[in-house]
């Protein structure tokens, strides 16, 4: 019989879901992950743990998933392209599925030039897409890319990410549409600021019927300062962070910005929330996780729901 994680269950019963995300350490410390999950135990219904996020080393993302699990959470592991080519990718497709983690997110990965070792070879061997219709024909076919049958298959709920703001704009909703052809079950977005902009994107992901195929989870994160709001705004790829944002912590003491931060992504999960077609939504707030609870509760998302399997 399948495995249905947690997080697949939820959103089947069309709840509006919460995940969250743990960033690794650069280190061995398992004590990282515990601090760190017991501020999203009880707060999200699962979490994701990054893969070498920004092409930095840290801790591999099955093995501080594996942690979490211990102490009482259910993973998601990302899975980048970057580092592994197709044969690594389906061996580690099936250590993770023989760990008891069935969630996963394929993502294409960060450039190792952004990085802390960017002479490194990257592999690119697949893309997110490839590998998303790799892991659905390992789970759904029993079968491995290169036609060879398995015994048992990998029971995984499937997720890709989303950049409704990245250019071409007009190619973005074409782009998801290939990842659910590929076989994606959830989608996690970009941090959303332009909730506008968003709206648009969703409108678009109606249109063609995409929001009844796959489960859509709105990327939201808080602001910490304004030097992190001016930066994601002029140097992080593919985000968008409008003025308004900026004018809205420009317009309180620099001591209450981290709260009216908080304040702001409270007040973009209300409004994603009324969107047509979003199931919920993907909380970021690495390095920061000890604000989940206080956001999760001032969005009205408690408790999270049991669903049983």
């Known amino acids: 019989m399948k495995t249905r994680s947690n997080l697949e269950r939820v959103l089947e019963a069309r709840h509006f879901a919460v995940t969250g995300e743990l960033g690794p350490p650069p280190s061995a410390d398992p004590e990282v992950i515990g601090s760190k999950a017991k501020f999203l135990k009880g707060n999200v219904d699962a979490f994701n743990v990054t893969d070498g996020q920004t092409a930095v080393v840290r801790m591999a993302s099955w093995a501080a998933a594996l942690l979490g699990k ?26 993770i599925a023989a760990l008891g983690i069935n969630n996963m997110l394929c993502l294409t990965g960060d450039h190792q030039k952004f990085g802390n070792h960017p002479t490194a070879k990257g592999v690119y061997d697949v893309d997110s897409i490839q590998l998303v219709k790799m892991v659905r024909d390992m789970r759904d076919e029993k079968k491995f890319q290169s036609g060879d049958d398995m015994s048992v298959e990998p029971c995984l709920f499937i997720g890709a990410a989303a950049n409704p703001f990245a250019d071409p704009f007009e190619f973005r909703v074409t782009r998801l549409a290939k990842k659910v052809a590929a076989g994606a079950d959830f989608i996690q977005t970009q ?42 705004k002029t140097r992080v790829p593919g985000m968008d962070v409008p003025d308004s944002v900026l004018e809205r912590l420009q317009g309180v003491p620099k001591e209450q910005v981290s709260r009216e931060g908080i304040k702001l992504c409270v007040d973009i999960i209300e409004q994603v929330r009324q969107i047509e077609g979003v199931a919920g939504i993907h909380l970021m707030a690495i390095e920061w996780e000890e604000v989940v609870p206080e956001i999760i509760a001032a969005a009205g998302l408690l408790p999270r729901p049991g669903v049983s399997a």
Request: with cysteine.
């Open 191 to 232: 941090i959303i600021y332009n909730v506008d902009k968003f709206a648009e994107w969703m409108k678009d992901v109606r249109e063609k019927g995409l929001h009844e195929k796959v489960k859509i989870l709105a990327g939201v994160a808080p602001i910490k300062s304004m030097g992190a709001a001016r930066y994601m």
């Open 70 to 95: 211990e102490e009482g959470l259910e993973p998601i592991v990302q899975m980048t392209c970057r580092d592994r080519n197709r044969i690594a990718l389906q061996m580690d497709v099936l250590g």
